[in-house]
């Protein structure tokens, strides 16, 4: 091919790239717009806080006869509220005491959430099967909590607080009026029915339109 021919051919390709281009601006009518979508992402929070603290303890008479100061029981045991650290100790119980406390939660996030109140009691210290001498009540106003699910009251429904609302559930701690002291076969000495023992509770919250299931594997908790 000579270089006349190889010019002529370069110019062919360039016409019909041109023809092609020309050929574009005659397409059918369209047009596009485009629009941006902001997104941000909500959040599940809450806060947990203990307070109004009174105390309780048998009498001759009656059961769970109020005692004043709130802070003490009928034969020298006392009960205490540290406020920063949200820890109630109890201290010299024997059958029959009990403290009473009011567990407020608030959704401090921005989405509707369900909650679920865990008890835990851990026997530290103390003779064997004490921690069933613990007793612990929920209650939503007179109705009993459930615990350990995500579902209160009477109809076993889910418990759903939308932002800034709150729930106040009555929490009672109580030793078992029948509980019996402990004594040592061998010696016969009196022993401690528990020297040291804790009941923990936790709140927990997770977004209300999510399964019991799903929010148990994102936290981590057991069926």
């Known amino acids: 091919m000579s270089k006349k021919t190889a010019v002529i051919s370069a110019g062919l390709i360039a016409l019909l790239c041109a023809a092609l281009i ?38 001759p008479g009656a059961d769970n006869v109020p005692n004043n100061p709130a802070g ?51 026997v530290d210290k103390g003779a064997e099967n004490a921690a069933d001498e613990l007793l612990v009540t929920v209650k939503n106003g007179d109705a009993d909590f459930a ?15 939308n932002p ?7 929490v009672t701690v109580a030793l078992d009026k029948n509980a019996t002291q402990p004594v040592n076969d061998i010696t016969g000495a009196v022993e401690q029915l528990i020297s ?12 209300a339109n999510a399964s019991d299931g799903d929010l148990d594997g994102a936290l981590g908790l057991g069926a």
């Not at 923990?200 to 997770?206: E, L, P, Q």
């Open 72 to 122: 003490t029981f009928a034969t020298g045991g006392t009960a205490a509220l540290d406020g920063e650290t949200g820890r109630i100790t109890l201290t010299n119980v024997i059958p029959g005491d009990s403290a009473t406390f009011t567990l407020t939660v608030t959704n401090t996030g921005n989405n509707a959430a369900k909650v679920r109140v865990d008890v835990a009691k851990t």
């Open 196 to 207: 040291s023992a804790t009941v923990k509770i936790t709140v927990y919250a997770g977004q």
């Open 22 to 59: 020309i050929g574009s601006t005659f397409a059918l009518f369209a047009v596009n717009r485009s629009s941006e979508i902001a997104v941000t992402t909500g959040s599940v929070d809450i806060s947990a806080e203990l307070g109004n603290l009174s105390t309780a303890s048998l009498s």
């Open 164 to 170: 800034e609302d709150t729930l106040v559930l009555t």
């Open 147 to 161: 615990t350990g699910v995500w579902t209160c009251g009477a109809d076993n429904g889910a418990l759903v607080l």
